[in-house]
Nanobody
Framework: QVQLVESGGGLVQAGGSLRLSCAASGLTFSIYYMGWFRQAPGQEREFVAVIKRSTGSTSYADSVKGRFTISRDNGKNTVFLQMNSLEPEDTAVYYC?????????????????WGQGTQVTVSS
């Protein structure tokens, strides 16, 4: 069974940093595009960042560009999201996702597998 397990969420003050991790198992990690999404209460799930399977090129939502960095370690089957200069508007449940069919999609429907999510709360 494919599993994606996020960790690293928590409560931080505005301006602080968090590093999220997502450990994958049950799939050939290196052939999947890996993305991060987030969802706040009453809101639709929105795209945050994606990293390609081979080149390592990345793409970000405008709201996080310059503050967040996505990376991956294929040897450890893990994708990371480094979040700096956090704002209260970043508060949400963060999910990692894996896609084999599409490339660098910003739509949640393009992704095949999802983690359980990890809560990130940023206080003023």
């Amino acid at each position: 069974q494919v599993q994606l397990v996020e960790s690293g969420g928590g409560l931080v003050q505005a301006g602080g940093s968090l590093r999220l991790s997502c450990a994958a198992s049950g799939l050939t990690f290196s052939i999947y595009y890996m993305g991060w999404f987030r969802q706040a209460p009453g809101q639709e799930r929105e795209f945050v960042a994606v990293i390609k399977r081979s080149t390592g090129s990345t793409s970000y939502a405008d709201s996080v560009k310059g503050r967040f960095t996505i990376s991956r370690d294929n040897g450890k089957n893990t994708v990371f999201l480094q979040m700096n200069s956090l704002e209260p508007e970043d508060t949400a449940v963060y999910y990692c996702a894996a896609d084999r069919t599409y490339g660098s999609s910003r739509s949640p429907t393009a992704y095949d597998y999802w983690g359980q999510g990890t809560q990130v709360t940023v206080s003023s």
